[in-house]
């Protein structure tokens, strides 16, 4: 079993839909959790981070974390074209990142 | 602030050859990974440096594979020999190295490698 899974799509959505992204993960032990935005021949960007339960809200981004059932989300409110892009999950303890595959992401004008 | 430098962007070489990536990281981060990104893959860490001191290798392919941070800064990858499945986009990330809840990673544009 992989430490860290993700949907890996691909999503297709109109624009102005909302978005959800989801990852689940088997360690408990993973302190921090992360989701990186990666545009074509482009490396990740950092999105959103959290390390707590419950929710985190960033503009049109909303970051979930549900510890007790070891899964995090991204919703994407109001979807624009320009969030085309892979979506990916990462975790953190200790100082090791483990990241998800990817969920890549098309928003049709 | 400037980010973090990676350099070729783009290497083509036949299979068996050698080949070396560079890459600076944001200046003072302690912290520098070195990652290999498969096509439709997430990031799988290489080699992951604490200054110039190797904190964890264990997914390097050291037959033939080698890094190196000399004083702590920039660093280098090398492939040596080259394999078809090498192919892949070498990403270099830096982050502060505290250890503290804040702590996240910045990645450069990453190195496309193709072996033929």
């Known amino acids: 079993q992989k430490e860290v899974e993700q949907d890996p799509g691909p999503l297709s959505v109109p624009e102005g839909a909302i978005v959800s992204l989801n990852c689940t993960y088997s360690?408990?032990?993973?302190?921090?959790f992360m989701w990186y935005r990666q545009y074509s021949r482009k490396g990740p960007e950092l999105l959103m981070y959290?390390?707590?339960?419950g929710n985190k809200e960033d503009g049109r981004f909303t970051a979930q974390v549900d510890k007790s059932s070891k899964y995090i989300s991204l919703f994407i409110r109001d979807s624009q074209p320009s969030d085309s892009a892979t979506y990916l999950c990462?975790?953190?303890?200790?100082?090791?990142?483990?990241f998800g595959t990817g969920t890549s992401l098309t928003v049709i004008p | 602030e400037a980010g973090v430098a990676q350099s070729p962007r783009y290497k083509i070489i036949e299979k068996r050859q050698s080949v070396a990536f560079w890459c600076n990281p944001i200046?003072?981060?302690?912290?520098l990974y070195w990652y290999q990104q498969i096509l439709g893959q997430g990031p799988k860490l290489l080699i992951q440096?604490?200054?110039?001191?190797?904190?964890?290798d264990s997914q390097l392919p050291k037959d033939r594979f080698s890094a190196e941070r000399l004083k702590g800064v920039d660093s280098t990858l090398k492939i040596q020999p080259a394999k078809l499945e090498d192919s892949a986009v070498y990403l270099c990330?830096?982050?502060?190295?505290?250890?503290?809840?804040?702590?996240?990673?910045?990645f450069g544009p990453g190195t496309r490698l193709l072996v033929l």
């Open positions: 200046s003072g981060h302690a912290t």
């Open positions: 959290t390390y707590s339960s």
């Open positions: 990330a830096s982050s502060p190295g505290t250890s503290g809840l804040q702590e996240t990673q910045y």
């Open positions: 440096f604490q200054n110039n001191g190797v904190v964890d």
């Open positions: 360690n408990s032990a993973f302190q921090y």
């Open positions: 990462a975790m953190r303890v200790w100082g090791q990142f483990y």
